[in-house]
């Protein structure tokens, strides 16, 4: 089992507030500086405000491209043999 790495609450504290603020102000974060220094808030900021655009990419994204896309056929098909050939 791999050791699992807490990040620094300073990290967190900026994580969360890139994510909320990319969520809720997306107006008020493009009027940001593009550089927001080097320390572990700011990184955690930034990393927050990725990630939300990250999930946001992946919510329109096609089904086909999704990671989880084969799940729902999976399934469809168990479901189907459960069934017989015949029946769908």
């Known amino acids: 089992m791999e050791d699992e790495v807490t990040p620094p609450p300073d990290y967190i504290k900026g994580f ?9 102000e997306p107006e008020l974060l493009e009027k940001l500086p593009p550089d927001l220094g ?14 939300y655009f990250l999930e946001k990419a992946k919510e329109h994204q ?6 989880d896309w084969h799940s729902g056929l999976d399934k469809k098909y168990q479901q189907k043999d459960k069934d017989g050939p015949d029946k769908e």
């Open 16 to 24: 969360n507030e890139g994510y909320l603020m990319a969520k809720h």
């Open 38 to 51: 080097k320390s572990e808030r700011s990184s955690g900021f930034k990393a927050g405000k990725e990630q």
């Open 62 to 67: 096609p089904a086909w491209m999704r990671k």
